[in-house]
């Protein structure tokens, strides 16, 4: 997660949508702004990881 972390920002984010996460490792991941429509996490190590849209007066 630390090489996502710091390298999310030049990555094709599209990608991540609808994707296939089962069972990997995605805890601590800097998750903020990114869309995970349609994504499967059954199995994934989540702690920590907010996965939560943006609504009003996100920040």
């Not at 805890?27 to 907010?50: E, K, T, V």
């Amino acid at each position: 997660m630390k090489g996502f972390n710091e390298q999310r920002g030049g990555l094709d984010r599209s990608q991540l949508k609808g994707g296939d996460y089962r069972s990997r490792h995605l805890r601590d991941i800097n998750a903020a702004g990114l869309d995970f429509a349609d994504a499967y996490f059954r199995g994934a190590d989540l702690s920590d990881a907010d996965l939560r849209a943006p609504g009003p007066g996100w920040s």
